[in-house]
């Protein structure tokens, strides 16, 4: 997209990568100054002109910047018909995604450090398993548990593992549909921000750029998801410095898994941010300061 609208920093170097698959992705750089870089990863239906102003900051503080459009959104290349569907086969896939988001950022300056938000929480967690290479690591509201209603929870796992096993799982999860929620959904009631402003500037953004816009997950999504949180809580803390932001008011995450994780991690901590919702990086003014400033202290505390 030539006319990307970045609202904050000055505009990334934005390139086109394949993964192994050739799924075709979008990544963007945002070099900065010789205090390492710290791959960014967005969470679902996000893009990365989304984290224009997260990227400021961090190259305000001297950290260069990579991120990425994960599979299936973005502009990245969409994997379902509608393409509004958020779809993946396996959450595997966007382990190829972060090969190829590593490759692209191979010359940025080292250490290198993880900032990753609620899906790419899931997705970081098991890149660390599989050896990324970063100093620290800083999540906000991963999601290693999906807020689901204790009397839903079974038909979903039942649901998407029985869509799946009969390859149908490019189909709407129960209860979505193709609208985007951040793109339609009223400020009032928002699961995501606090922030009226930048509520309604992603709105705008959206809907200036609607094919940014992502809407519900897909039966196939969803089983993948669920399987692959199950996998990960089941995985000892990798040995690193870790933070992880958690606001009172989160509803589209588990905070227990959260909570149980970071009790456990030995290099470990737990920032929460009451009457915070889950876009913690999208926050008002006060909460989003703060949990920067605890982002750019723990990775600047491993750069040491």
Known sequence: MGDAPWSGAPGPEVIWRRADDGVRLRIALWQAGGRGTVLLFPGRTEYVEKYADVAAALTGAGFAVASIDWRGQGLSDR????????????????QRDVAALVAAAGALPRPWHLLAH??????????????????????????????????????????????????????????????????????????????????????AELQAHPELALGGPSLGWLGAALWETRALARLPAPDLPA?????????????????????HWPRGRLAGFPGARHELLMERAPVREAALAQVIGIFAGAAA
């Open 79 to 94: 994997l379902a018909s509608p393409a509004s569907m958020g779809h993946v086969r396996r959450f595997a896939d966007y």
């Open 118 to 203: 609620s899906m790419g929480g899931a997705i970081g967690l098991r890149a660390l398993h599989r050896g990324l290479p970063v100093a620290s690591a800083a999540f906000s509201a991963p999601m290693w548990g999906i807020a689901i209603p204790a009397r839903k929870r079974a038909a979903a796992w039942v649901l998407s593992t029985g869509a799946r096993l009969v390859h149908m799982g490019a189909r709407f999860a129960p209860g979505e549909g193709p609208a985007c929620y951040a793109a339609t959904a009223p400020f009032e009631g928002n699961t995501l921000t606090t922030d009226r402003d930048r509520y309604l500037a992603t709105q």
């Open 243 to 263: 933070l992880a932001l958690l606001g009172g008011d989160e509803a589209i995450v588990e905070p227990g898994p959260i909570r149980d994780r970071m009790a």
